[in-house]
């Protein structure tokens, strides 16, 4: 992996993968919902999404054929704390490809029709979520975890808040977060990262601006010990329950990952959570976990989730919560953490096999300081994390008075 910056401080960083014929390349800007505020809630992922509507020189139409022809696909997505773009094409066509992204940056077209049209698109998108009872746990939950910390809002916001933005709103949010100060462009694949460089840099060089002095939130201080339920005319229940976990940088975070796999977050039926729940108690089908995907600047979350026959919601929970006391309390076995190493590293690796997971994961390494060697490491990391580790972290994060619970079903399974 190599590493450059641009005058203007933007990092390029560039994973070779010769032979492959292709590329992918990710530009990552710090502006996601983090900056947001609640009465503008979506403003991030609105901005986002008016990127695929064209420049000040093309339609969004017009783009998308132009990407077409450069043999090319192009994604916007937005996410708590980063804004990306991400183009995969053809070796060949790399410059072409580097010339789509710089008019996104520097020539973004601000209109209302396109305004409009993205406005849409994202209030559908959110009646969506509002339709889908795993979102609406998800939702109610992240709100109850975090108060009125920035995460408890969803990251395309609210109908109100969404219906309330506009082009004065977008064009302040991009002017002041938009910049390659605080900006990464990482490319994986058939690249030479000397004329990736070089390209960059033609292709950029009139894009300014220094990493915004954007003040950290206070940390989260959630409702812990809360409930909530959510009405639905659904024939299930759907159950999450869990609370803060770590941040990225925190010691622990790989003894997280592995508790989590322990837990609920493997493949088949190799867990604790799907073994009690599905085959020992056939509660549920559906039975998942995440303790560190959400790990970031800010600390993440830890839940476990179950949908299960509304009759049945108050079993569940009691044995969800029976399966947490049990880990927290009592160390994991030596071949469950071991199987538990095989999961993560096989994954990491069968993923590393795409350009787009790759230049991905150059991001990650940046943002969050991991050291440009991370990949090669991982497998050690997580070979030094002991069951002791496992089980003094799952004794903290898995505190029943840690948690909060939401109900999403046609009947609470507390009357």
Do not use: N
């Given at each position: 992996m190599t590493h450059n910056a641009l005058d203007n401080g933007l990092s390029v960083l560039a994973d070779c993968m010769p032979g492959?014929?292709?590329?992918?390349?990710?530009?990552?800007?710090?502006?996601?919902?983090?900056?947001?505020?609640?009465?503008?809630?979506?403003?991030?992922?609105?901005?986002?999404?008016?990127?695929?509507e064209g420049t000040r020189r093309q339609s969004g139409r017009e783009l998308a054929l132009r990407v077409d022809s450069a043999g090319a696909s192009l994604d916007v997505s937005v996410g708590y704390?980063?804004?990306?773009?991400?183009?995969?094409?053809?070796?060949?066509?790399?410059?072409q490809c580097l010339r789509v992204l710089s008019d996104i940056?520097?020539?973004?077209?601000?209109?209302?029709?396109?305004?409009?049209v993205a406005r849409r698109k994202q209030l559908a998108e959110i009646a969506e979520d509002e339709d889908d009872p795993f979102t609406v746990a998800r939702h109610a939950f992240l709100d109850l975890t975090y108060g009125s910390h920035p995460r408890h809002r969803p990251v395309n916001g609210w109908q109100e808040t969404v219906a309330a933005v506009?082009?004065?709103?977008i064009a302040s949010f991009r002017q002041s977060l938009c910049v390659p100060g605080s900006a990464v462009l990482a490319a994986a694949g058939d690249v030479d990262p000397v004329l990736l460089t070089e390209l960059a840099g033609a292709a950029l060089s009139d894009w300014?601006?220094?990493?915004?002095?954007?003040?950290?939130?206070?940390?989260?201080?959630?409702?812990?010990?809360?409930?909530?339920?959510?009405?639905?005319?659904?024939?299930?229940?759907?159950?999450m329950?869990?609370?803060?976990?770590?941040?990225?940088?925190?010691?622990?975070?790989?003894?997280?990952?592995?508790?989590?796999?322990?837990?609920?977050?493997?493949?088949?039926?190799?867990?604790?959570?799907?073994?009690?729940?599905?085959?020992?108690?056939?509660?549920?089908?559906?039975?998942?976990?995440?303790?560190s995907s959400t790990s970031g600047i800010d600390p993440g979350v830890v839940w476990f989730y179950?949908?299960?026959?509304?009759?049945?919601?108050?079993?569940?929970?009691?044995?969800?919560?029976?399966?947490?006391?049990?880990?927290?309390?009592?160390?994991?076995?030596?071949?469950?953490?071991?199987?538990?190493?095989?999961?993560?590293v096989g994954g990491r690796r069968r993923a590393a096999e795409s350009c787009e997971a790759?230049?991905?994961?150059?991001?990650?390494?940046?943002?969050?300081?991991?050291?440009?060697?991370?990949?090669?490491?991982?497998?050690?990391?997580?070979?030094?994390?002991?069951?002791?580790?496992?089980?003094?972290?799952?004794?903290?994060?898995?505190?029943?008075?840690?948690?909060?619970?939401?109900?999403?079903?046609?009947?609470?399974?507390?009357?």
């Open positions: 492959t014929g292709v590329f992918s390349i990710v530009l990552s800007m710090e502006a996601g919902s983090r900056y947001d505020v609640d009465e503008r809630a979506g403003l991030a992922s609105l901005s986002a999404g008016l990127m695929l704390e980063t804004c990306e773009i991400a183009l995969t094409g053809l070796s060949d066509r790399l410059e940056v520097l020539e973004p077209r601000l209109e209302r029709g396109g305004l409009e506009d082009l004065a709103d300014s601006g220094a990493s915004p002095d954007v003040a950290s939130p206070a940390a989260p201080a959630g409702a812990a010990g809360s409930r909530r339920f959510v009405r639905t005319d659904r024939k299930q229940s759907h159950i329950v869990g609370g803060l976990g770590v941040a990225r940088s925190d010691p622990s975070y790989h003894a997280v990952s592995l508790m989590d796999v322990v837990l609920g977050d493997s493949a088949g039926f190799g867990s604790r959570l799907g073994r009690r729940l599905r085959e020992g108690e056939g509660l549920a089908y559906v039975v998942e976990s995440d303790a179950t949908a299960t026959s509304p009759g049945r919601a108050g079993r569940a929970l009691e044995v969800l919560r029976e399966e947490l006391e049990i880990l927290r309390t009592r160390p994991p076995s030596s071949d469950e953490v071991e199987r538990a190493r095989a999961y993560l790759r230049a991905a994961r150059l991001v990650t390494a940046e943002r969050y300081l991991l050291g440009r060697d991370y990949e090669q490491r991982y497998p050690s990391i997580l070979e030094s994390v002991s069951v002791r580790d496992i089980q003094e972290i799952a004794s903290r994060l898995l505190d029943p008075a840690r948690h909060s619970t939401v109900v999403v079903g046609p009947e609470s399974p507390w009357d």
